[in-house]
Structure formats: C-alpha cells, structure tokens
C-alpha cells in the first residue's frame, strides 16, 4: 500500500509511515487541542518536504490569520504560495437557503483548483462548522456523505477537521462523520498534557495507545515513545 507521510515529528511511526494514500482522514478534538496546527503542519510539510502541492479549505477564521499561524511557527509559506504548492481557499455559504446548491457549486470550484495546482493533499477545516448550516439533521448527514465522497474522488490525500465537545469518546460532531472516513484521529488536551489516539485507520497496523504531544516552535511534535493510561483522558 502506498502512504502519504504526513511529516508530523513522531506521527508517521504510529501508522506504518503514512496515511494510505487517497485515503479520507477524520480529525477530531474539542477547542484548542491543535486540530488546525496539525492540519496545517500536514499540508505544509507535503508541499516543503515531499513537494506535494496541498490546498486548505476553510469556512471560518481570516485567511491572513491562518498565514500569520503559520509563520508564528517560522514557516516560510509566502515562497509555496508562489509556486503553487500552497493555497487557501475559503468556502462561502451566504444563506441557509438552497446551502446544498451551494455546496455543489464550492465543489465545482474545490475540484478545479485540485485540478489546477495538481494537488496531492486536502484539508478541510471544519465539517463541524459546514454541517451547522443544514438544520435538519437527515439532509445534514446526507450532505456530509456526499461532500466527504466527492472530495476522494479527487484522489487526494484527505484530512477533515471535526470539532468536538472534548469528551474522550466524542470522535466526531453529529455521529456521522467517523463512519464516512478511512481512519479517526483524536487529539486531547487535559491541562497540561496533550495527547493523540488513532481510533482507526484502514489498512494500517497503527498504534493502540493513546500517546503524548507538545506544540512548540516546530509545531505538532508526537511522542511515540511516551504513553498515557486512558483513564488519564478527562
């Protein structure tokens, strides 16, 4: 099986080197657990390191504020941007009404800069955030369905960002979105200790245990050696 490595210091060895590309990874965690630093990191290394182009998607937040993350962490992002390995891209949803329409019409767009910049990796920030936009619950998954299967037929790398409520056993927002990807990853933070937990991965003989992990000047960096009991997880 080819893998897609994602460059996270620590990560790769817990899931046999990378995630299996053209997979869709979930990516899940309550506030402030580093959901958008490690999404970040994964797109950032691809284009730097394993010159893979990537694009972000994102339905909230400033795009300036997204780049200024970045550099905080002494990425140069600018010199990808102009070589086309890096972009962001803000998917605009004006109404609550006809939003499926308008999802198809992102998507349309989505498909053409993937196409364009021959992009390798994607990540999606957040389907907490996209599925608030459809009240009823029923059309809410069915649009999580079909916008998570569209998006792998890009043959792309996936990563979709879920918030949670925090709770060690939250894996997604709505209950849906697990059972639509190839693989679930958890971050925790129960002060002062992170952790991550691969719930599952297609394919991958990955790590059981719930491992340690710090953000510091070079971003997410995992800790493949070092262990946390679950019930350490609050």
């Known amino acids: 099986m080819d893998r897609t490595k994602t460059g996270v210091k620590g990560f790769d060895e817990l899931i046999e080197g990378g995630f299996p590309t053209g997979s869709a990874m979930l990516l899940s965690g309550g ?33 300036k504020n997204i780049v200024w993350d970045m550099e905080s962490f002494g990425w ?84 979709l960002i879920a918030e949670t409520k925090g709770g060690k056993l939250d894996f997604s927002a709505f209950g849906v979105e697990e059972f639509l990807v190839d693989g679930v990853v958890s971050l925790y933070f129960t002060p002062p200790n992170r952790s991550i937990f691969i719930r599952k991965m297609r394919g991958t003989n990955h790590s059981k245990s719930v491992h340690a992990f710090d953000i510091n000047e070079d971003g997410v960096v995992v800790k493949p050696r070092d262990e946390i009991l679950w019930d350490a997880i609050r």
């Open 76 to 159: 140069d992002v600018k010199p990808l941007q102009d070589a086309g390995k890096f972009r962001i891209y803000k998917i605009n949803l004006h109404t609550t009404e006809n939003v499926q329409r308008q999802i198809e019409e992102e998507l349309k767009v989505i498909s053409k800069i993937v196409e364009e910049m021959g992009c390798k990796r994607l990540v999606v920030d957040s389907t907490t955030t996209l599925g608030l936009w459809i009240p009823d619950q029923g059309k809410m998954r069915h649009m999580l369905y079909t916008f998570a299967d569209t998006l792998k037929e890009l043959e792309c790398t996936t990563m």
């Open 31 to 63: 506030a402030g657990t580093g959901k958008t630093i490690f999404g970040l990191s994964y797109l950032y290394n691809g284009a730097k390191n394993f010159d893979e182009a990537g694009l972000y998607i994102t339905l909230e937040g400033n795009l």
